[in-house]
């Protein structure tokens, strides 16, 4: 009988699972359950977008497109980033269209990370970038952020951090899990630290239209010095509500990009030609949309951190994409097992802080992606679970 586990990769044999998605197919096996465990938008595709897509299968535009995407889709990209952020990418050689943000992420990893290279990763933060730093025989570094401090990056933190094996700062704000933002002051702080160094980063802006309040999104390129070491990650999953589309897009330095892009050509060839067709269409029309689904998330945001606190759980408040990170400290459970109770006894499904790097212990990620009534019912099951404790 053929032994698999010797034959696969030790790569492949150090990655574990996301811990996302046991708990999300777990759900999904529940009838009754109430998700709300995955980051994706309750909307549905904006309609003149979804028309767009339409248009172009009608249109027999079923083609390869380059390598690096339909032209016009890179020209309104780079058109977007100059109105956003006052900064200027050559649509020819420095945008590169990829099969969503995640793509992008590990594109770029693999193009910079040598085998014991470090990268270092901010945590709690989204899933992909230890498995995908692993992947690429590199070493992930974990940055944790506290509570305490609203989940930033410290940048004494991270100067202690880097060593002349460092290769890669992933900056992953807005960030995913716990809703946190960097502001421009706090951004630069961190830039000073990287002026005289030879690190990278990765800077996943997947979020950067879902800020709330009075700060607005910085792109970490727009700092000084740092657009020729930055690699801007973006997409329309999450601002136009298209996670199905599969589209994303890596912005960098020409030197670089060509490098990121024949891993694309190679492991990809292009991304969908009719998704590609209808992003174009959101970056031409999609500003009202997105502001629209915004105020909804805001609108939410605040009634769930205002239900959490209510039930005595301690939660900072969030100022970006659609996250609450409370801390569950005070039950006594650890977050697996709050998560496991929570769904067996009460059919809600939230993730474990532990997902996203051992400094998540002790929290729970709830989306509010989901409509007012699906929070509202599970903000009384949450409750009830709470009080049988």
Not at 80 to 90: A, V
Not at 111 to 135: K, M, N, R, W
């Amino acid at each position: 009988m053929v032994n698999y586990e010797n034959l696969l990769s030790a790569r492949v044999r150090q990655v574990k699972p996301s811990g996302i998605r046991r708990f999300f197919d777990v759900a999904a096996s529940m009838p009754d359950a109430i998700s709300l465990g995955v980051g994706e938008p309750d909307f549905e595709t904006p309609w003149q977008i979804r028309r767009a897509g339409i248009q172009s299968l009608e249109k027999g535009r079923t083609f390869y497109t380059s390598n690096w995407g339909l032209a016009e889709l890179r020209s309104q990209i780079a058109a977007l980033t100059r109105r956003k952020y006052q900064l200027c990418y050559d649509a020819d050689n420095e945008i590169l269209i990829t099969v969503g943000g995640s793509e992008a992420i590990d594109n770029a990893i693999r193009a910079l990370v040598d085998p014991g290279d470090e990268v270092l990763i901010p945590e709690p933060s989204f899933v992909c970038y230890t498995p995908l730093t692993q992947l690429a025989g590199g070493v992930p570094v974990a940055l944790p952020t506290l509570a305490e401090d609203e989940f930033k990056l410290d940048p004494e933190r991270l100067r202690a951090a880097i060593t002349p094996r460092t290769k890669l700062l992933i900056l992953p704000y807005p960030n995913n899990p716990t809703g946190a933002i960097m502001t421009r002051g706090e951004l630069e702080e961190i830039a000073a630290v990287l002026r005289d160094t030879n690190v990278l980063v990765l800077s996943d802006e997947i979020y950067c239209s879902l800020v709330y309040g009075d700060e607005s999104h910085v792109c970490f390129a727009e700092l000084d010095g740092m657009k020729e070491r930055t690699i801007v990650v973006d997409g329309f999953s999450k601002s136009y509500a298209m996670t199905g589309w599969r589209l994303g897009w890596a912005m960098g330095p020409k030197e670089l990009m060509r490098h990121i892009c024949k891993i694309h050509q190679y492991g990809i060839m292009s991304a969908p030609t009719t998704a590609q067709f209808a992003g174009i269409e959101a970056i031409r029309t999609g500003e009202d949309d997105i502001e629209r689904m915004r105020a909804q998330y805001d609108m939410r945001r605040r009634f769930l951190l205002g239900e959490l606190r209510g039930m005595g759980l301690t939660c900072f408040e969030p100022r970006g994409a659609f996250y609450m990170f409370p801390s569950i400290a005070s039950t006594g459970l650890s977050s697996e097992t709050f998560c496991e109770r929570l769904l067996q006894e009460q059919r809600v499904a939230v993730v474990p802080g532990n997902a996203f790097g051992q400094s998540g212990e002790g929290h729970v990620r709830i989306s509010y992606s989901y409509s007012m009534n699906h929070l509202r019912e599970a903000c009384l099951r949450i409750r009830d679970f709470l009080q049988t404790l």
